[in-house]
Structures are given as structure tokens and as C-alpha cells.
């Protein structure tokens, strides 16, 4: 049977030369230099695994990560999912620049379980093992790892190693591994193909548990993958999850581009973001303030990619050792839900700057006022429950979400924002195929809106039914889908005075009511549409013969028009042309009467039955066809339904 696995991922840290890779194969008696040229130079370069049997036959799995300046990128592909680090300073060389660097990279990452290891030992007197402990010990002031045991150890004699192997167990005494979130992630620190096999992937798993047969997505992207198999530590298992190191044989992979940085994810996950808000925390390390708008390097998991870093506060710049709320604009779509650690280094990639946690993933555009999106970030960093849930909402720019999307924006399990969805301050919306919610402040603001719009709409134009649907819709201050929207709109009719007729919206109160000069007018237009009968002028020519002006008249003349259609006084053929009452009906009687006689007709025969000009005659017809009443076939039209039109 394989051996039981420890849910908890060892990682190294530290200068390079200073005894990583030398102190896991003391440990472990594995080796994770694999690549040739690591060999042969004599340095890691990219990450390497491997796994340390604890006293009780457990396993735990361990990321030895390249300590040269050169390859700081993957360390940060190898850092991201360290619960406990053995951090490295040679007892020859004390604390050197990278030990500084790789501390700042744990410390914005939040690793709080540490062992420092003086390596070693075997070169130096007591004295000098002194020194280096009071570097260490300045070297962590400040820092989450401030106050972890130090351990001296030789992997060359093997002295330490027993008391090393100790603190271990010590430190992963009652450790728990991070929070089930129900939702499975890979993020993909290494993919090769396996001649007989096809792809492999590998990576520190987070969140929920993977097993054999399930269909996974690759991020960002979408594409479906299904796993054919399983690996902990080069053992075949049918399932793996939380803080372990898997490899996953997938089937469907083969024309995908999937490497260091993709992410695999449950079926149910589809978020990639380019703009997300967040918490940063600028390291001494970066030597100068951080502007509003300056470009850096992003790491998250196992990607990196070039990110713009906007200021979410009044001042435009963070200093060393400061933090601030800010908002990154990434160049590439990247997997960052809320609470994911991430790492920035200066544009040059020379230098790490700082890091934090992701607070919203879907970050605006649109961020003002600027004080009310900082409160809900900063609501949403410091709550849970109901509280973080709400924040999150007020966040959005869509007006409402389902529980499934708030839960894999918290990176929360469902059943989690479920229960937190039954607090009042929420309401349920209808989002089309799924329930949706909404916060209680949002849904009394767009009620208001709603109301003033058509308000304003009614002053505006009295003479209009109402407004239609779709230019409420899109002048709303959130993002509502058209199905969505039909689903607010009732709810809007039940609890407001607002009324739907069709595809137009009106408040209740509101009446089409013409005045003394609108009605004249409106008997002016009815008296030379009569007069017109099967030769009506379009509505510039009829705006010319009441004596208006078409550049300043004809609004008003359009709402005339349509009241007057309403009241069936006249009949809208096609745009800007409008018949007669009486001569829509004699032109339609006249039609009827021809199909009693013959299944045809012509717009040529129909023009003479009129007396009209081919034009009037053809866009009686179209208008004919669009009402159901005929259908066109070739050049001629048969009568559908006797009852149309």
C-alpha cells in the first residue's frame, strides 16, 4: 500500500551555494538536482522534489528551490505553496543578499512555519555559529518568520540533522492543512510528455480533492482535460488534494499548451482575471517608493506576467515597509481568487518589490467614488460571512451573482456563501437558468433609478407611451443580462409603480394626454393623411405641408404620430411613413377582395387596384408580410392568414 501523505508542503530558501539540495539528500537520501546541467554546475536551477518519511510513516512532500538571483522566478513558481521552510544560511557566509530576498518573498507569501538551518557547520568554531545567529535573528525582525528555531547542522558529518529532523515533527505538530475550499486547483509548476503515457502535469494542489476519471479545466483558456491517472510521490493513487504535490496523466491534453503557469481547476471554475484589487505590501527591499501607474513583474502561483499598479489611495506613491490598497492591470489573464498570495519584482525582473493577498479578483474600471470602493475592499479584507459576501456585491459590476460565483470569487466551499446569502440584507433575483443574488442597497438603488428614469423620460417626451426595456437596461449603473432583466422587471411591477406593456415601461400614473395646441395639431395631420389617402408624404414632406420646420419639429411630430397610431387614427407602414385609418382599411379590404378571386397577386396589380404608385404598393405589401397577413412568393404574395395583419 503507498504510504500515508501529510497534508503540509516543505519547501528550502536561501543564498545559493548555501546547502539546499545538499541538506534534502542528507534528510531524505534523494536526489532533486534532475536537470544535466545542474549536475554538472553544481547548482539548482529549476525547482526539484522530493519527500521526507516522518517517525510515524507518514510522508510529506518537499519543493528544494534554485537559490541564484538568475533563477528567482522559479523559486517564486516553487514558493507559492510552502507551509513549512527550511531556510538555509551557510555558516561560512552568514546572511547574504538572496537570503534577504527569498525572506521577503516567505514573508509576503505568509509562510509563518520556519526552521532556519545554519549549514555547514563543519567549516566554522563556535563563535562564527554565534554570529550568524544574530544575523538571522536581524534578518527576521519584522517578518513572519521572526522567532522560528535555528538549528546548526553539517549534512557532511550528519551532526544536527536528528535535531533537525525533530523540530520538523515539532513544527508540523497539530498543523492543519489550509482551508478546503471545495473548489480543486493545480496551479502547474512543470508539464512533459511521457512517451506511452502523453502528458503530465505536476504541482502543489489546493482547495478540494482530484480523483481518477474527473474532467478538470485548463486556465486560463477553458479547455477540458480528463485524468486518466495519479502520482504522490512516484506511488499510483485514485485520488490527491489539499497541500500535496501531485502528478496527473491527462487525457485530452495533447494539442493544448499547457506549462508552468496554466492552471488546472474543477469543472466548475471559469474565472481569469486581467484586473483585480488587492492588498500590497511594499518590502525595505525595494530601496524607493512605488509610484501610482509604474510597472512590475506579477507572480501568482505558478505564473508571472507584467501588471500596472494603480494607487487606491490618496497619496500616489507607497514607501518601504508601508501598505496600501491598489488595483493591478495585468498584461495576461491569470487564476487569482480572493485571499491568493502573490509576489511583485521591479519591471527588470532585478529586484523583489513586495507582495500580498488578492482581496477582489474582478477588479473596475470604473472605481468611483473612489471612497466607497475603498471601504467595501477594505470591509471585504477585514470581515467573513455575511459581511465579506456583501462586500463583495458592492463590488461588482454586474448587479447580482449566483452562489456558485460568489463562492469561487471568495474561494469559499458554496454550502459557506449559501448560508451567509440567507441574510436579510440580500434578495434573490432571477439570473435566467440560475438564482442569482443581489444586495438589498443595490436593489433599492436601482428601484430608484428605475423611477427617476422614467420620470424624466415622461417630462421629456409626455406624448410617448413610455420607455422601452432595452434603453432602461442599458443606462442602468450595473451590468443586468436581457434575461436577468425581465426577471428584475417583475419584480420592479410587484413592488414599485412601475408598469410593462410589452417591451415599454411606464409609471403607473402616466397617461398620454394631448394639449390644446398638440391636439390641433394631431387633427391637422389626421385631415392631410385623409386627404392623401394611397399617396401619404413621408414625414419631412408632411412636417413641410403643416407649416413645421424638419430640423426643430419633427421629434414632436414623431410623438404626435405615434399617439395618434395608439388611438388607431393612423397606421405606421414602414419608418417615417404613416397612412390614413380609413385608407389602411379600403387599401386591406381592396387586397382581401382579390384573393377571393385568385391566390395572387402582383404589386403591379395591387398598384392598380390602389391607384397608387409602385412605391406605396410595395410597402403596403412588405408591411402585409411582416404582419403575417401574406407571404411572398417569387414575385407575387399569397394570402396566410385571413385573419392577420
Known amino acids: 500500500m503507498p504510504a500515508a501523505v501529510i497534508h503540509a508542503i516543505i519547501g528550502t530558501a536561501g543564498h545559493i551555494d548555501h546547502g539546499k539540495t545538499t541538506l534534502i539528500r542528507a534528510l531524505t537520501g534523494q536526489e532533486t538536482d534532475r536537470l544535466k546541467e545542474e549536475k554538472e554546475r553544481g547548482i539548482s536551477i529549476d525547482l526539484g522534489f522530493a519527500y521526507l518519511t516522518l517517525p510515524d510513516g507518514t510522508r510529506a512532500g518537499i519543493v528544494d528551490v534554485p537559490g541564484h ?27 547574504m543578499p538572496q537570503s534577504e530576498e527569498h525572506l521577503d ?32 535573528e536581524l534578518l527576521a525582525e519584522g517578518t513572519v518568520l521572526a522567532g522560528s528555531p535555528i538549528v546548526v547542522v553539517s549534512s557532511v558529518t550528519g551532526a544536527g540533522l536528528e535535531e533537525l529532523r525533530v523540530a520538523i515533527v515539532s513544527q508540523l505538530a497539530g498543523f492543519e492543512a489550509r482551508r478546503p475550499t471545495g473548489l480543486f ?7 512533459f ?23 478538470l479545466r485548463v486556465l486560463p483558456g477553458g479547455a477540458e ?24 496523466n491527462l487525457g485530452g491534453a495533447e494539442r493544448l499548451e ?15 482575471t486581467s484586473r483585480l484589487d488587492a492588498w500590497l505590501e511594499l518590502r525595505p527591499g525595494a530601496k524607493r517608493p512605488l509610484k501610482s501607474n509604474e510597472r512590475v513583474r506579477f507572480f501568482v502561483g505558478t505564473s508571472e506576467t507584467l501588471a500596472r499598479v494603480i494607487l487606491l489611495e490618496p497619496v500616489g506613491e507607497i514607501a518601504p515597509r508601508k501598505s496600501a490598497l491598489v488595483q493591478l492591470v495585468l498584461r495576461d489573464p491569470v487564476v487569482a481568487l480572493f485571499g491568493d498570495r502573490f509576489v511583485i519584482r521591479d519591471e527588470t525582473n532585478q529586484r523583489t518589490l513586495g507582495g500580498g493577498s488578492v482581496l477582489n479578483p474582478l477588479g473596475r474600471r470604473n472605481r468611483a467614488p473612489l471612497d466607497r470602493y475603498r471601504k467595501f475592499l477594505l470591509a471585504l479584507r477585514d470581515s467573513s460571512g455575511a459581511d465579506a459576501v456583501e462586500a463583495l456585491l458592492m463590488l461588482q459590476e454586474s448587479f447580482a451573482q449566483t452562489p456558485r460565483r460568489l463562492a469561487d470569487l471568495l474561494n469559499l466551499p458554496r454550502e459557506v456563501v449559501e448560508d451567509a446569502l440567507a441574510d436579510r440584507r440580500f434578495i434573490g433575483i432571477s439570473l435566467g437558468d440560475e438564482p442569482g443574488f443581489a444586495t438589498r442597497s443595490r436593489w433599492q438603488e436601482v428601484q ?18 413610455g420607455l422601452e426595456m432595452e434603453a432602461l437596461r442599458s443606462s442602468l449603473p450595473y451590468e443586468v443580462s436581457p434575461r436577468a432583466f425581465r426577471a428584475l422587471l417583475d419584480r420592479l411591477a410587484e413592488e414599485s409603480d412601475i408598469v410593462r406593456e410589452d417591451s415599454v415601461l411606464r409609471l403607473r400614473a402616466h397617461r398620454v394626454t394631448l394639449g390644446a395646441g398638440d391636439r390641433q395639431l394631431g387633427e391637422r395631420i389626421e385631415r392631410a393623411l385623409a386627404v392623401a389617402a394611397f399617396h401619404p408624404p413621408d414625414l419631412k414632406q408632411l412636417a413641410g405641408t403643416l407649416g413645421l420646420k424638419p430640423a426643430d419639429d419633427l421629434p414632436r411630430l414623431r410623438s404626435l404620430l405615434s399617439a395618434l397610431e395608439r388611438e388607431g387614427k393612423v397606421v405606421r407602414i414602414a419608418s417615417d411613413l404613416y397612412f390614413d385609418g380609413a385608407a389602411y382599411k379600403q387599401a386591406r379590404a381592396r387586397l382581401l377582395d382579390h384573393f377571393r378571386g385568385t391566390p395572387e397577386i402582383t404589386a403591379a396589380v395591387y398598384r392598380d387596384l390602389l391607384g397608387a404608385s409602385r412605391k406605396f404598393a410595395i410597402a403596403l405589401l412588405d408591411y402585409f408580410d411582416h404582419t403575417g397577413l401574406t407571404a411572398r412568393v417569387g414575385d407575387a404574395r399569397r394570402l396566410r392568414a385571413p385573419g392577420g395583419g
Open 185 to 191: 486547483r493545480l496551479p502547474v509548476d512543470r508539464a
Open 258 to 272: 499547457i506549462g508552468r503557469g496554466s492552471v488546472l481547476a474543477g469543472e466548475r471554475l471559469d474565472v481569469a
Open 69 to 95: 538571483e538568475r533563477f528567482i522566478r522559479n523559486m517564486l513558481a516553487g514558493a507559492h505553496g510552502i507551509d513549512l521552510v527550511l531556510f538555509t544560511v551557510a555558516a561560512d557566509d552568514g546572511v
Open 193 to 215: 510528455v511521457m512517451k506511452g503515457h502523453g502528458t503530465v502535469v505536476t504541482g502543489t494542489a489546493m482547495g478540494a480533492t482530484v480523483r481518477v476519471g474527473q474532467r
Open 448 to 465: 430608484r433609478f428605475a423611477i427617476e428614469a422614467l420620470e424624466s423620460h415622461h417630462r421629456r417626451e409626455p406624448l410617448a407611451p
Open 105 to 136: 518573498i516567505l514573508h509576503v507569501l505568509g509562510t509563518r512555519r520556519g526552521i532556519f538551518v545554519i549549514t555547514k557547520a563543519d567549516l566554522v568554531g563556535e563563535r562564527r555559529i554565534a554570529e550568524v545567529r544574530d544575523e538571522i
Open 225 to 248: 482535460v480528463r485524468v486518466r491517472s495519479i502520482q504522490v510521490h512516484s506511488e499510483a493513487v485514485e485520488s490527491a488534494g489539499l497541500c500535496q504535490r501531485v502528478a496527473l
